[in-house]
Structure formats: C-alpha cells, structure tokens
C-alpha cells in the first residue's frame, strides 16, 4: 500500500465540487507536484488530507490510518507536516521561539516530565534549539533567530513556515506552495533541501505554480483541473501533455 | 554601473536616502531611487531586502526617519496615505485585500469613494467592459473569485482613482502560470496607456523582462541598478538575485 493513498475524494462547498472523486497514491520516499490553475482543488485536497476540512466523500490514508477522521493535531503526530499559503506565525515570539513552539505542538512529552524538567527532556529541548539553528541557517534567517517574528517580511515569514514544518521531522511532507513571494536564488536553496530529503527518503507531496520548481524536482506530476484529475505522469509528459498545457500552461 | 539612482532628472518620484523602518528595526539603510514618467520599474532582492517597505513608505503608511521623497516635484515624504493618493499614486499591496463580502462591483464604487464627479458610474463601466473577467462577475462577491481575478480587480480599483504611478507589490504571487501572463500584461497595458508603473516582484526574470529599468536591493540599500536587460544579463545579478 502507498504511504498517503487518497481515494474518491470529494469535497463540495455551497454546490461547487472543488474536489471531484480524485484518486492519489503517493509511494514511500515520492517526490510528487500537484499542479493546477488556480481554484482546481489543491490546497482544498491538502486541506481534507490533513483534517482541515472535513471531505464530504472518499478516504485518505496514511500508512493505513484514516487520515479523514482526524483533528490536524492527529494527523501532524503520525508523521505528516504541512505548510500553508497564507502563513501565521506568533509575532510577538522571535523566529527560533516559533520553531520551538512548532515542534512543541507535535510532541506528546508527559506532563510530569515537563514539570520537573527529566534530562531527557532537557536533552530533547537542547537538540530542538540546535535543529532549530541548523533550519533557520537552511533558510537564510540565522541573523533573524531573535528578531520578533512580526518584525519580518512576508517573504521571510514563508521561508520560517518552511523551517517550522521540518522541525518535527515528518515523513511525509504536504507543501503548499513554498516557492511563492520567495527569492529565486532562495528558490534554488529550497530545491536542493527538498531534493535532500527525499535522498533521506522522506516522502514529499508539493503544491507550486514555479514550473522551474516542479519540473526540476518531481518524479511524477499529479494535474487537477476543475477538482479532477485529468493527467498524471512524470514531468516530460505532463509539459507535453495537450490537455494539461489547455488547462494550465496556455500559450 | 554605480548603485545610486539620485540622478536623473525631472523624474516623476524621486527618492533620495530614505531611512525607515518599524519600530527599532530599520529596514530602509539610505534607499534612493527614481521612475521617470511613462516607465516601468521594478525592485527585486532577497526576502527582507526592504522591498515591500519601500512601497508602503513611498505611499504615506511608514514616515521616513531621513532623506526625502518627491512626487511631481513636490516633497511628499510626510503626507498621509490618503493625501499621497490624491496626488497621483495608486497602491496595491501584497496578498491583495479585497473587500471579500461586497461584490466586484461594490469593491469598484468603494475604490472610487475619494470621487465625487459624475464620471464614477461611466469609469466602472469602462473597466468592467476593459476586464471581462471581471464583468462576468460583476455581482459575485470578490472572496469568491480566484487568486488571479482578485489581483485584476485590485488593479482596476487602484486605476479609478487615474493615478500617474501605479506601484504593485508582488502582482504574480500565488498565480498560476496563465494568470501571471494575464496579469503581467495588464501592467504592461496600463502602462501604454499612459501609467506609470512600479513593482515589486520575486518573479524576478519575468519583472524584469517587462521593465524599463530595475533596482536591486540588498539588506535596505541599492545593490544593483540598469535596464532591465541590463540586470538580466550581469552575472552576479543572475548567481545572487535571480537563481542562476
């Protein structure tokens, strides 16, 4: 079975199918792209996998766990990270504070543990800020790791959400459109991350308009049109493709 | 080339080492920069470079700390947002910020509420007839419409109000690779038409493949600045700022 197996998933708002009965299967260390114009269904897909919305039909699974029955809370523990377009950070917190947060949410440590502050615990702390260092350096934020979240550009608050979804280690990793309102010569750091991970055979599901991004990277091209699925294939074929460079590309 | 665009003359804005920021962060370090009327200029740099805040400096919402912005010849750089629009200079900011529950009507009679001649009625005709994506939603309400429809109609509200420079903060961001082509030659038309544009833009190759001119900006100072074939083409603009 796939590591993520999504089947006949639907998804309506107010008489709109957004996601129309799509099938996805992702495969243990994957590197998929999930292209489509804008409105096709993307991040509402992402949103269902990753119990932001409830699906109105079909299932998801991870490693055989019904992701569509559970909080995002749920679904982050098992192993499954996600970024977000619009990006939330806490501002008041500096930049290294909203990694640690971030990975704090993820972790089950019992409360007694927390309290009396085990060396296991302070080994865990000591090793988060020291991956939370390493993360903010991939990103080009180290000068910021101090520096109130609130007080950086939007641009900047996309590459921490990047940083704060690889805080928790995932093993699966839903990515909605990282490259947006980013430097393209940060681009290029981002890519080769990504291409890192998945050498680490970590499983990576992306959402990106940067076709320099999708085609450089993606094994294999997922395209929804209209909340279906009308291509899949990998990424010569899907820039070939006349339906896909109809709905997508133009010109 | 010297990274300092004081020098030309006559130019439609002018700013000359302008020091702002929030708070105790200063994010412009001495930022001078001039458009000439009829061009099209972007800022492109690094995630922080100070981009964005030029524009919301320029356009009233950050008070300079030094240096000085001039408009037409006139010194704007303590005029309010609102006084800054009366004189010419539309804005539309990042991440687009429509009225979501009011229809692409409503959003276009709110754009031109700083009017008061009989025109209004007749100029959103007229953009509705130049937009027909967006006179095909006329009574849609704009939360509705997709990513590249509310940039279009950010676009059209800011030209209501006819400023002579148009500035745009990051027109392609999370649009599809047709709407960033529709959307970039929407900017490219408005500025035949007589308008004066200024961007900010990560979609760095492409901005600068319809610009005049462009700066680089790099930690709130000037980096870089040419034509923007110029740009393209220097190689430690292509290595640091445009992905190779």
Do not use: H
């Given at each position: 079975m796939a590591l993520l197996e999504v089947r006949g998933l639907v998804k309506r708002f107010l008489g709109v199918?957004?996601?129309?009965q799509v099938d996805l299967a992702v495969e243990p260390g994957e590197l998929v792209s999930l292209i489509g114009p804008n409105g096709s269904g993307k991040t509402t897909l992402f949103n269902c996998v990753t119990g932001y919305l409830a699906a109105d039909g079909g299932r998801a699974f991870f490693r055989g766990n019904d992701l569509t029955t559970l909080p995002p809370h749920r679904v982050a523990r098992l192993g499954v990270a996600r970024t977000f377009q619009q990006v939330s950070v806490?501002?008041?917190?500096s930049a290294l504070e909203n990694l640690l947060v971030f990975l704090q949410q993820h972790q089950e440590e019992h409360l007694l543990a927390r309290l009396i502050r085990t060396p296991r615990l302070q080994r865990l702390e000591a090793e988060a800020v020291e991956r939370a260092r390493r993360l903010l350096e991939l990103v080009g934020l180290t000068d910021k790791a101090?520096?109130?979240?609130?007080?950086?550009?939007y641009g900047q608050r996309k590459l921490l959400a990047f940083a704060a979804a690889l805080m928790p280690d995932p093993d699966l990793l839903l990515l909605d459109e990282p490259a947006a309102a980013v430097n393209p010569t940060m681009i290029n750091q981002m890519k080769s991350h990504i291409l890192a991970l998945h050498r680490q055979g970590k499983t990576v599901l992306l959402v990106e308009h940067n076709m320099e991004v999708v085609m450089d990277i993606s094994q294999r091209v997922v395209v929804l049109d209209h909340g279906q699925k009308i291509a899949e294939g990998p990424p010569d074929a899907i820039r070939r493709d006349s339906r896909v460079i109809e709905a997508y590309f133009g010109r | 080339m010297a990274a300092d665009g004081s020098a030309l003359g006559g130019a439609l804005l002018d700013l000359r080492e302008v020091v702002a920021g929030y708070e105790e962060v200063e994010v412009l370090r001495g930022v001078s920069l001039a458009v000439r009327a009829g061009e099209i200029v972007c800022i492109i740099g690094a995630n922080g470079a100070g981009k964005s805040t030029l524009l919301r400096t320029v356009f009233g919402m950050l008070q300079p700390r030094a240096g000085a912005i001039r408009f037409a010849g006139e010194d704007i750089a303590s005029r309010s947002s609102m006084e800054v629009l009366r004189r010419g200079i539309g804005y539309v900011p990042q991440g687009r910020c429509n009225?979501?529950?009011?229809s692409v009507e409503e959003n276009l009679e709110m754009g031109a509420y700083l009017r008061r001649d009989p025109r209004v009625r007749s100029d959103i005709e007229a953009l509705l007839a130049r937009f027909p994506m967006l006179a095909t939603k006329r009574?849609?309400?704009?939360?509705?419409?997709?990513g590249g429809q509310q940039q279009i109609l950010e676009m059209a509200i800011a030209l209501l109000l006819h400023p002579r420079l148009l500035m745009v903060d990051e027109?392609?961001?999370?649009?599809?690779p047709r709407m960033v082509e529709i959307v970039f030659d929407t900017l490219l038309a408005i500025n035949r038409e007589g308008t004066t544009v200024l961007m900010v833009e990560q979609n760095a190759k492409k901005a600068l493949s319809v610009s005049h001119r462009g700066f680089v900006l790099e930690l709130g100072r000037n980096r870089f600045e040419g034509t923007g074939r110029e740009l393209l083409d220097n190689p430690e603009v292509r290595q640091h700022y445009l992905g190779g």
């Open positions: 199918t957004a996601v129309d806490f501002p008041r917190l101090d520096a109130a979240a609130g007080s950086l550009s | 009225f979501a529950a009011m009574r849609e309400l704009a939360g509705t419409l997709s027109p392609s961001l999370g649009l599809d």
